[in-house]
């Protein structure tokens, strides 16, 4: 059975720092590669960051360039976001997504609230 589990979120202050994990299992985790999503109230879903499967290359949307850091262990199943200098603008549920070819697998999400 697959699944993405995500954990981490909360609500923060604006400035502040969140890390999110997301543990995967029931698939072969090392050869996907990994994204982050988000989706404020309102709002379609948008990518966030993607690390490629042996994780040396990762790339990022222009709004987080510079504060949110995507890494991931593959000997713990799990990818992260390090989010830093979060703003009131980053609120949103942030999803886990595991991609390859046309094998694609959701994580539940998890809420990020950034207050000011």
């Known amino acids: 059975q697959v699944q993405l589990v995500e954990s981490g979120g909360g609500l923060v202050q604006s400035g502040g720092s969140l890390r999110l994990s997301c543990e995967a299992s029931?698939?072969?985790?090392?050869?996907?590669?990994m994204n982050w999503f988000r989706q404020a109230p309102g709002s379609g879903r948008e990518f966030v960051a993607v690390?490629?499967?042996?994780?040396?290359?990762?790339n990022y949307a222009d709004p987080v360039k510079g504060r949110f850091t995507i890494s991931r262990d593959n000997a713990k199943n799990t990818v992260y976001l390090q989010m830093n200098s979060l703003k009131v603008e980053d609120t949103a549920v942030y999803y886990c997504?595991?991609?390859?070819?046309?094998?694609?697998?959701w994580g539940q999400g998890t809420q990020v609230v950034v207050s000011t």
């Open positions: 029931g698939f072969d985790f090392s050869i996907y590669a």
């Open positions: 997504n595991a991609r390859r070819r046309n094998s694609v697998f």
């Open positions: 690390i490629t499967s042996v994780g040396n290359t990762t």
